[in-house]
């Protein structure tokens, strides 16, 4: 079956430092796949999309890698501030319209001043 | 413009009672999902719906589970005969999304219903 995996451990940073979250999948082809960022109590918030013919894409102190051969995607966070502080979730997506987006359990980042 | 909307935000129900959570989902976005957090964990995916296409059910965990989407906007999750372990967070989101293509695909989440059940 389909299986998305990020570090379930909590990830702490030192501010100023970059932040570097996996998602790795199994058993899936994804046409794209995306980052959301979710604070406590909050639904989740879009941040970057990137396709599978898009090696990486960045977007201000952001930038997502996406490698289909080690079927991995890097989520980097350059110049961390603790406001980046929150759980990153990964999620994947297929070509057709009728495909569902499945996320991964995410990751808590932690950024300490 | 107005976001996602969801409710309740709370419910507190007692075991073996039937919950209905409304989604009401941004205007003119033709997909809709549900999906169950439970505390610290990921998003479960529970329902997929699309347009006017039969709606992806695979991620319901049982029967008691059920969705509807009138109008092709508002949907209504109902949970018959609530267990303690429905215990989560559901999370409505909508996107735009066109047949054939994958569009714009990028999710907007609600704040969620946080159910209880006692």
């Known amino acids: 079956s389909q299986k998305i995996e990020q570090n379930s451990e909590a990830l702490n940073i030192q501010e100023g430092k970059t932040a570097t979250l996996t998602c790795n999948y199994t058993?899936?082809?994804?046409?794209?796949l995306q980052w959301y960022r979710q604070d406590p109590g909050r639904g989740p918030v879009f941040l970057l999309l990137?396709?599978?013919?898009?090696k990486e894409k960045r977007k201000e102190r952001l930038k997502v890698t996406f490698d289909t051969t080690l079927k991995q995607s890097l989520f980097h966070i350059t110049a961390s501030q603790p406001a980046d502080s929150a759980t990153y979730l990964c999620?994947?997506?297929?070509?057709?319209?009728?495909?569902?987006?499945?996320f991964g359990s995410g990751t808590r980042l932690s950024i300490r001043p | 413009g107005a976001g996602v909307s969801q409710s309740p935000s709370n419910k507190v129900t007692e075991k073996g009672k039937d919950v209905e959570l409304r989604c009401d989902p941004i205007s003119g976005h033709t997909a809709l999902y549900w999906y169950r957090q439970s505390l610290g964990q990921g998003l479960e995916f529970l329902i997929y719906f699309q347009g006017n296409s039969a709606p992806d059910k695979s991620g319901l965990p049982s029967d008691r589970f059920s969705a509807e989407r009138t109008g092709g906007s508002v949907s209504t999750l109902t949970i018959q005969r609530t267990q303690q372990e429905d215990s989560a967070v559901y999370l409505c989101?909508?996107?735009?999304?066109?047949?054939?293509?994958?569009?714009?695909?990028?999710?907007?989440f609600g704040p969620g219903t946080r159910l209880t059940v006692t």
């Open positions: 058993n899936y082809s994804p046409a794209y």
């Open positions: 989101a909508s996107s735009l999304v066109l047949r054939g293509t994958s569009g714009r695909v990028e999710q907007y």
């Open positions: 990137i396709r599978e013919n898009e």
């Open positions: 999620a994947l997506g297929g070509y057709s319209s009728a495909s569902k987006i499945i």
